[in-house]
């Protein structure tokens, strides 16, 4: 006999999957607010981000890394965790929220495929359904951005870049997981994730002091509410709530980050995005109910 969550458990754990919903769908407005490169406002949120975790080290009781090849692990998760960020957040300096965050959420779909090749798990008729879904809303949000201008699609390809990587970083992140605590796990990933972004920054030339002292603040909201507060959220309701739901509250993101960024900057959406975002978000809804996996930390 499975212990089913009760009625006040079930109920508390929605609470909490939605303040954690709202937290990370402030994250694109925030970027939005920095005036400092993307780069630089990548590294920051990371990088305040693994202080932030780093304060809860005294407290910790349970266990490190038992083995090597899981410290290893993590480190390679932290890389396309930063890779992530890197990519994201300069998209949205060249495409819209809206296009940028139905794009990025096409991540789910890209673990089903990795899953697909590299640990032969089956996703059936309904995932290859998915995948084919999830790759013509693609288009067609690129497709209506590119009607506006290249810039556009830019940052199209960057939101789907980004979207790989953190597929890559979920993907390698969920064989670790359930043997570290959360706590090493995501201490290593952020401060790694924080190290990345720094060597891509100075490969590329796209990292520089901030411009406003002021950023400084929207780095410190960027870690704490979305970093922080939402994915420890989704991962807390996790102990009230199946895995499904929390799972589909990455849907969350980009519906109510659109709405900030209409109330926000003004900034209505194409109609091509709509129809793309809602393809995407049916493709991700498909593969989520196929698979139903306990979902990790949602970078956002």
């Known amino acids: 006999m499975t212990d089913k969550p009760s009625k006040i458990s079930a109920r508390f754990g929605v609470l909490v999957l939605v303040m954690g919903v709202f937290f990370v769908s402030w994250a694109a407005v925030l970027i939005r607010l920095c005036q400092s490169a993307p780069t630089t406002v990548a590294f920051f949120r990371m990088f305040f981000s693994t202080i932030m975790v780093a304060l809860a080290i005294p407290f910790h009781r349970g266990k490190w890394f038992d083995k090597r090849s899981d410290l290893l692990i993590s480190v390679l998760s932290g890389i396309f965790l930063g890779a992530h960020f890197f990519l994201w957040i300069a998209s949205l300096k060249f495409t819209s929220i809206s296009s940028s965050l139905v794009l990025v959420t096409t991540q789910p779909v890209f673990v089903a495929v990795l899953g697909y090749f590299f640990l032969k798990e089956g996703i059936g008729k309904l995932g290859i359904l998915a995948i084919i879904l999830a790759i013509f809303g693609a288009f067609m949000v690129a497709g209506g951005d590119l009607q506006i201008d290249g810039i556009h699609l830019k940052g199209d390809m960057l939101a789907l870049g980004g979207a790989l990587a953190a597929g890559l970083y979920l993907f390698i992140g969920r ?20 190290f990345t972004i720094v060597i ?46 929390v799972g589909m509250s990455i849907l969350g993101e980009p519906v ?45």
């Open 256 to 300: 109510l980050g659109t709405i900030w960024g209409i109330i926000i900057f003004r900034e209505l959406p194409i109609y091509s995005t709509y129809i793309g975002g809602s393809i995407i978000i049916a493709a991700v809804v498909i593969v989520m109910s196929r698979l139903k996996t306990e979902p990790r930390a949602v970078p956002s």
């Open 175 to 194: 064989s670790v997981r359930p043997r570290v605590d959360l706590l090493p796990y995501v201490l290593t990933v952020y401060a790694v994730s924080s």
């Open 200 to 245: 891509l920054g100075a490969i590329s030339g796209s990292i520089e002091i901030p411009v406003v002292k002021s950023d400084y603040l929207w780095f410190f909201l960027l870690a704490l509410g979305p970093t922080i507060l939402g994915h420890n959220l989704y991962n807390f309701s996790l102990r009230h709530l199946p895995a499904f739901p």
